[in-house]
């Protein structure tokens, strides 16, 4: 079990164009070669843990929203954490959290 760099390259390029930023600039902030960073994104290259760390600080996000859907780990920790997280409601309380999350969800994915 390893690390997906397809879809890493793929959640990096969305956010990266979430904050309006080009390759270009994104790369020359990281100190890196529009090229090297373009096959980052393709996730025809892996990327080291100081380019990732500095990709999240430019793009002003956190290294784990980055890896979310390239680490099985991370999507099994997620589910986990929402399965704890509802262990000790009510039926009653269970489905006001799940209308607040879809509300939440519908909200996210229009702002995206």
Do not use: W
Not at 5 to 30: F, H, P, V
């Amino acid at each position: 079990m390893g690390i997906d760099y397809e879809l890493l390259g793929q959640r990096i390029r969305q956010t990266r164009l979430k904050a309006g930023m080009t390759q270009e600039a994104l790369s020359g902030i990281i100190d890196l070669s529009p090229s090297h960073y373009s096959h980052i994104e393709s996730g025809k290259t892996k990327i080291s843990l100081p380019t990732l760390v500095s990709i999240a600080q430019a793009l002003d996000t956190t290294i784990d929203s980055l890896l979310y859907d390239s680490t099985p780990v991370l999507v099994d920790s997620y589910d986990k954490d929402f399965k704890d997280l509802l262990e000790d409601c009510t039926r009653d309380e269970k489905e006001i959290l799940l209308q607040n999350a879809i509300q939440m969800k519908a909200v996210l994915k229009r702002n995206r």
